[in-house]
T-cell receptor
Framework: GQNIDQPTEMTATEGAIVQINCTYQ??????LFWYQQHAGEAPTFLSY??LDGLEEKGRFSSFLSRSKGYSYLLLKELQMKDSASYLC??????????WGAGTKLIIKP | ETGVTQTPRHLVMGMTNKKSLKCEQH?????MYWYKQSAKKPLELMFV???????ENNSVPSRFSPECPNSSHLFLHLHTLQPEDSALYLC??????????????FGAGSRLTVL
């Protein structure tokens, strides 16, 4: 079967750095997405990785290692507004999108 | 404004009711999707429409019936639902569907409670 694993919940402090991990076992790989979802709101696109390495976008960076079936989302200089769920999703060999259950990130002052 | 609008945002219905969820996208996208989101579970893809044709139906019970009258509108008709159908129903759209990295734009969802 296909599986995406993410921690259910993480807590971090305002101003700090947090890394949210995602490991996947899928039939093939055609890319990986990260989405952010604030409570009661729509998920919004954060990043897309298809090649190994780090993609940086402001305070957010996403890393991919295809050989390890592993990605992480790195959030720097955390702000209270970063409290949200972060969803990892992988495109498999059939171009189906396989989703993780999401990681709820709680930011404390 | 996300570009994808869902109504109603909240819906409470009995098991014998019939209701519909509506989704509208203003992005000129060719593909539209219905997802079910339950607490602490991965998003479940229910239906996919590409250019108004249904291209995927992931073994969804017949009590859920989709309709895509044009490329901007998508409906999910609900009838004789079960309490376990209570969830957040998300509509999404993307420029295209199938091969490629199709970024999804989601609506805020319709929170459904079945009593």
């Amino acid at each position: 079967g296909q599986n995406i694993d993410q921690p259910t919940e993480m807590t971090a402090t305002e101003g700090a750095i947090v890394q949210i991990n995602c490991t996947y076992q899928t039939s093939g790989f055609n890319g990986l997405f990260w989405y952010q979802q604030h409570a009661g709101e729509a998920p919004t696109f954060l990043s897309y990785n298809v090649l190994d390495g780090l993609e940086e976008k402001g305070r957010f960076s996403s890393f991919l290692s295809r050989s390890k079936g592993y990605s992480y989302l790195l959030l720097k200089e955390l702000q209270m507004k970063d409290s949200a769920s972060y969803l990892c999703a992988v495109i498999d060999s059939n171009y189906q999108l396989i989703w993780g259950a999401g990681t709820k990130l709680i930011i404390k002052p | 404004e996300t570009g994808v609008t869902q109504t109603p945002r909240h819906l409470v219905m009995g098991m014998t009711n019939k209701k519909s969820l509506k989704c509208e996208q203003h992005l000129g996208h060719n593909a539209m999707y219905w997802y079910k989101q339950s607490a602490k579970k991965p998003l479940e893809l229910m239906f996919v429409y590409s250019l108004e044709e249904r291209v995927e139906n992931n073994s969804v019970p017949s009590r859920f019936s989709p309709e895509c009258p044009n490329s901007s509108h998508l409906f999910l008709h609900l009838h004789t639902l079960q309490p376990e159908d209570s969830a957040l129903y998300l509509c999404a759209s993307s420029q295209d569907q199938g091969a490629g990295a199709n970024v999804l734009t989601f609506g805020a969802g319709s929170r459904l409670t079945v009593l």
